[in-house]
């Protein structure tokens, strides 16, 4: 039996998804900040006949995660995806076995997913100063700075808009970044924070900075700053080998795989 969650149910799904935390932590974030009551959110599961948890959908504004602990999907939720769309799904990869039928309309991402526990420091003389974003004139030049890349390019088209966002969501992450000559040129960040953990977002540097080590070294004062200040994990998507060996260097490890998908225009 499919049902969408309230209030009352907030201790009960946070223990089912606590069960695979790092793999949840959007949902577990999601939930934790917004709850059940805002109107850009809602939480739906999937019961078996003694009242257990069987899987879960959350849709956050155009975007949406699916998650069972036992691989389970009830095809009832392909009406609650056509009654509330998205634009945006992910989840563990070989959930989406029984779901792609579904998804012809969106664009399929495959994603390394990975966790750091320990930190490995690899102290070195770094000569550029590590800062956090606080400000909107910081987010204006972290919108410039991921405007070089083309990765990110597409997907922050509008200043006005990535300021804002940027601002509304400074209390679920950090951001850090390196400057030279008033221009941001490197930047790592993290999001959805939990309780528990965090997920590294937005590992960027300026094509003119490349093979300096400016990413690694803001990985590791990210990581620095939650195993050691904050007692969190960190967690990250990747699709890229060479990114891949910086990142288990750092002491990430391997979890599984991660689809993405997204509605194309």
């Keep these: 039996m499919i049902r969408r969650l309230t209030e009352l149910d907030r201790q009960s799904v946070l223990d089912y998804l606590y ?38 959908f959350l849709r956050y504004r155009n975007n949406a995660i699916y998650y069972s602990k036992t691989n389970d999907f009830n095809p009832d939720y392909f009406k609650i995806f056509k009654d ?17 039928s579904a998804l012809k309309d969106f664009k399929k991402d495959v994603m390394y997913f990975v966790e750091a526990d320990t930190l490995r420091s690899n102290k070195n003389n770094f000569p550029y100063e590590i800062k956090q ?40 992450g950090m951001t850090l970044y390196i400057e030279d000559s008033g221009k941001i040129i490197a930047s790592a960040g993290s999001t959805a924070e939990t309780t528990k953990s965090a997920m590294v977002v937005a590992v960027a540097t300026d094509p003119n900075y490349r093979k300096l080590g400016l990413a690694s070294n803001l990985l590791e004062e ?32 391997y979890l599984g795989m991660w689809n993405i998908y997204r509605k194309r225009k």
């Design 19 to 56: 069960q695979e935390q790092a793999f949840n932590i959007f949902p577990i974030g999601d939930i934790e900040t917004f709850g059940f009551d805002k109107d850009f959110q809602r939480v739906y599961a999937d019961f078996d006949s003694l009242g257990n948890y069987k899987s879960i």
């Design 84 to 100: 509330d769309p998205f634009d945006f799904i992910s989840g563990k990869a070989e959930l989406f076995e029984m779901i792609e």
């Design 133 to 172: 974003l606080k400000t909107a004139k910081e987010a204006e030049k972290l919108f410039y700075l991921f405007q070089k890349i083309k990765e990110f390019a597409p997907y922050h088209s509008d200043l006005d808009n990535f300021i804002e966002a940027k601002m509304n969501s400074i209390n679920m």
């Design 222 to 253: 990210l990581l620095r700053i939650y195993l050691t200040q904050k007692k969190k994990t960190l967690c990250l998507f990747y699709d890229n080998p060479e990114a891949g060996s910086i990142y288990k260097r750092l002491g990430f490890k």
